[in-house]
């Protein structure tokens, strides 16, 4: 009964083996066939990325110089501690941080994939745009932290207001 079992589990791995490399081929036929749709389509994407970078990064900058560091500097010249809002700031100016050079690797890694031929090269392609993809997470995970940190940012103000009415 053991012995059937291991040899069933053994004929299972060799099929696993054997069907995997036709898929790897059927995806490299299918890279190579529909190459000139998908390069359009990435270089959409870039284009979309890059407004969306301008329009997040005006919406990040002027939430950082003109309601963030001014608040903290009132409130400094009002002798108001607040060190929650100073921890925000400082947070906020990493993630930023985060964001922009995250931007420009993943800006980079799509300019290398466009750049590769798909119908020459499948496998690299595709290897590529794992490593792309991965890239753009990383770029939408910055994106949801800056975004906490201004939704945690009215909270604090809020906190802060109430602080100062009692």
Do not use: W
């Not at 979309?48 to 560091?69: P, Q």
């Not at 400082?90 to 300019?111: G, H, Q, V, W």
């Not at 940190?149 to 109430?162: A, D, I, R, Y």
């Amino acid at each position: 009964m053991k012995r059937n079992s291991l040899i069933l589990l053994a004929v299972f791995a060799l099929a696993l083996t054997f069907s995997m490399p036709a898929s790897a081929a059927d995806q490299s036929a299918k890279i190579s066939t529909n190459c000139s749709s998908i390069r359009q389509n990435l270089k959409n994407l870039q284009r979309s990325d890059s407004r969306a970078r301008t329009y997040f990064g005006a919406i990040y900058e002027t939430f950082s110089s003109k309601y963030l560091k001014p608040l903290n500097l009132r409130l400094v010249n009002n002798d108001i501690s607040s060190s929650d809002l100073v921890k925000l700031q400082t947070a906020f100016a990493t993630a930023r941080t985060n964001f922009s050079e995250d931007f420009i690797d993943y800006s980079k890694a799509l300019e290398d994939l466009i750049a590769t031929d798909c119908r020459l090269e499948p496998e690299v392609f595709y290897e590529k745009l794992v490593k792309t993809r991965e890239k753009r997470a990383l770029v939408a995970k910055d994106i949801k932290e800056l975004n906490s940190h201004l939704t945690g940012s009215v909270k604090k103000v809020e906190v802060l207001k109430e602080g100062l009415t009692k």
